[in-house]
């Protein structure tokens, strides 16, 4: 299997025993950043993620589809001015773009009408725009988008439709899935920069691995690396009736394979399959610290993160003395 060796998945070490003080913040949402454009009305900022999107077309829409917006992405963030904001439900959706996927270390190109979601009340959204804070758009809130949209449909408030969906998704994939389970801050994240080169806090490191997981998770399916997006996509009709059961407006839920074979999901435990996902995340980069394979700059964002880094290198350190002490001896032609 194929790890890249990026601050991406460097961030998910804060969940080990080897942190040096990880404090649970109650500021995770919080973002840095512009706020009211005088000259031009709002501006929105935001982060599009799984790994940073490059090149992707934002749109800002209501609830009946009309574009109040619109913008691109570079690196994992966009600013998007002159943001005029109503009343009631507000979608931020991404179409297109590029990110490297993690498990396979392969470029996606998403296709013109693929993407990530997030979904807010035009009142949320206008506080983080008052605050400067960054929306953040993960799979996991293209899932809440979801479910939050076909709430409205069914005629809900927003604000209802979008803690209801919340709940939604922190019940059926989130809640118990955590690879260190001791480590507090495993909850949907919607306000944050997850694309900055290392994550502000254990909240942004744990959301990160959420997102990066799902592409384990197609991997696991035998998906092809683009078919993670359709993979979201799918699972967010089958959370539409408030259960990852499979099955979506009555019917089992299939998607195809890169061997052309069927995959039904309603024939698989789907949260504890996510669960396994990203325990192999969080593994591989358990091993890599092992082996001693992080660079020096990759170490110092470790150590940034309140990582204690000097114990995993005084161990390896051992290690490798004893391995040369042990080649040393059996290399010997004196002994008794």
Known sequence: ????????????????????????????????????????????????????????????????????????????????????????????????????????????????????????????????????????????????????????????????????????????????????????????????NLSTALPKDQKEALARNRAISFSYEAQSLNLKPADALELIRRQGEDLSDGKLDGIAKGNPVKLRDKDDREVDLSQRDQKTAFGLARSRLFNNTIQRLGRGELSDAEKAELEKLGFDTESVERFNQGNKAAEANTAKNLAATNLP
């Open 1 to 192: 299997m194929l790890i890249r060796k990026t601050a991406l998945s460097i961030g998910l070490a804060l969940s080990l025993g080897y942190l040096a003080g990880c404090g649970n913040s109650t500021s995770a949402d919080a973002g840095d950043g512009g706020g009211g454009d005088s000259a031009g009305g709002a501006t929105l900022l935001g982060s599009i993620f799984k790994g940073p999107v490059n090149g992707a077309a934002i749109q800002i829409t209501d609830a009946a589809g009309n574009v109040l917006a619109s913008g691109g992405s570079k690196d994992g963030v966009f600013d998007i001015r002159n943001v005029s904001l109503g009343d009631g439900m507000v979608f931020i959706q991404s179409l297109g773009g590029s990110y490297t996927d993690e498990a396979t270390g392969e470029v996606v190109t998403a296709g013109s009408d693929q993407g990530l979601m997030a979904a807010f009340t035009a009142d949320e959204l206008r506080q983080i725009i008052a605050n400067g804070q960054y929306i953040a758009m993960t799979p996991e809130t293209t899932l809440i988008a979801a479910i939050a949209k076909e709430k409205i449909a069914d005629g809900a408030k927003p604000a209802t439709a979008i803690s209801d969906a919340i709940a939604v998704v922190s019940r059926e994939l989130i809640s118990g899935t955590n690879p260190a389970a001791a480590v507090p801050g495993d909850e949907p994240l919607r306000i944050g």
